[in-house]
């Protein structure tokens, strides 16, 4: 059919299996003229090709684009390919499968929409169960709320988390599970930005310059990518204006009515700010008796609430965020005990494909401090720079 032919002459795409043109600039992709996007503009020429070849092309173009951007799609048109009663010749669809798959090596989409994110929950509960010690309430308050964030239809504004609790009881852990079964390029992806308080923003003097620059790069992320994750370590020392600007942010957006997908944005900060009150609850509820598993939230948030409020050390507690309720769950992460570090040494080992002995992980363990004096029950450190002990003690 006429159709078909124009089809093949606009797309001199090599078959499978043809040899030769493999390499060689197609000729959209020429990327000559100055200051074009290159593959880009050129696409947007073949755009105006396919539009151009008549009727059964524009099939051809309905069902490309429904592949590429499932969202834009009319919904009778989804199911691409073989929607409409007839089926594309055998050729034709195999030349749509290899423009499509071109395309979408250059943009970011696939089949399920945008292929950065690929939200594993399947991943993050392997993860928060196998490699997360010793934080049954992070665990499963994680993996509750963010998936059930992002499951909501239309979710009415970002989900921040506050994650808090000593250093080394797993809080950049988390985040880190998250950006990895989230995104498929975990923390480097287009989608992700961390921000470390003191490294990015070290200066007060420079607040202004930083508050732009935290707009910026907020909003740079949120056009590139539908759904992105933001993550603030130490999280109480950021100042009190950069709090004011992710207010904004936090505060309930509007979803555009009329997108398929509406934006989704999750905010973690994390924070040891009172990690003390945690461990001290934690300490008490032990005494009376209460096994660690059996501590719930009810045991701590109203502790941990008043406290962050009240604390003077911080800007955090009197920010918008906390006092205006911006932050959705407040996470504890709970001091570690020996038979947590005990396992975290054993990860360690096996993540440097080390073989280890009993006696090397009570070795190991036994090298952390424990807190208080008296019970001696909780690692001051956590499970931090375990891998370095490690080595310290291999010959
Ligand atoms: C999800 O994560 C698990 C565990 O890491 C992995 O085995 C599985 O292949 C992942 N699934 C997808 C769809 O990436």
């Not at 196998?130 to 909501?152: D, I, K, P, S």
């Not at 994750?229 to 009329?258: M, N, R």
């Amino acid at each position: 059919p006429l159709g078909l032919c124009l089809l093949l002459l606009l797309l001199p795409l090599p078959l499978p299996g043809s040899s030769g043109r493999r390499g060689a600039a197609l000729p959209w992709e020429r990327t000559d003229e100055p200051g074009s996007g290159g593959a880009w503009s050129g696409f947007r020429r073949l755009r105006e090709r396919l539009r151009a070849a008549g009727a059964l092309s524009k099939r051809y173009w309905a069902l490309f684009s429904c592949q590429v951007w499932p969202d834009d799609c009319e919904d009778h048109e989804k199911a691409a390919p073989g929607p409409f009663g007839w089926s594309l010749p055998v050729l034709g669809q195999q030349y749509l499968d290899i423009l499509t798959t071109w395309y979408c090596s250059l943009r970011d989409c696939c089949d399920s929409g945008d292929c950065r994110i690929s939200n594993n929950f399947t991943g993050l509960e392997s993860d928060l169960n196998v490699r997360l010690h010793g934080q049954h309430l992070a665990r499963e308050l994680v993996l509750r709320t963010v998936r059930g964030y992002l499951a909501m239809p239309r979710p009415e504004k970002p989900l921040a988390l506050l994650f808090h609790g000593w250093s080394g009881t797993g809080k950049n852990f988390v985040a880190r599970m998250l950006a990895e079964n989230l995104y498929r390029d975990g923390l480097r992806s287009d989608c992700v930005r961390m921000f470390i308080a003191m490294f990015h923003f070290p200066h007060p003097k420079y607040v202004d310059l930083y508050k732009e620059q935290l707009t910026g790069q907020i909003q740079e992320t949120q056009q590139l990518c539908p759904q992105t994750l933001f993550i603030f370590d130490e999280a109480e020392k950021l100042h009190p204006e950069l709090l004011e600007v992710l207010g904004q942010y936090l505060e309930h957006s509007v979803p555009e009515g009329h997108k398929a997908k509406p934006p989704r944005a999750i905010f973690l900060f994390l924070s040891n700010l009172r990690g003390n009150i945690i461990n001290e609850v934690v300490l008490n509820l032990l005494k009376s008796g209460l096994s660690r598993e059996e501590i719930t939230m009810e045991h701590l948030e109203p502790h941990l609430h008043a406290e962050i409020v009240e604390s003077t050390d911080s800007g955090f507690g009197h920010s918008c965020l906390v006092k205006e309720n911006l932050i959705d769950f407040f996470v504890p992460f709970l001091p570690l005990e020996y038979r947590h570090v005990r396992l975290c040494v054993r990860d360690a080992f096996l993540s440097q494909e080390l073989q280890y002995t009993e006696e090397a992980l009570d070795e190991i363990a036994k090298m952390m401090v424990y807190v208080p004096k008296e019970e001696q029950l909780f690692s001051f450190q956590g499970c931090k720079s375990i891998s370095q002990r490690i080595n310290y003690i291999l010959p």
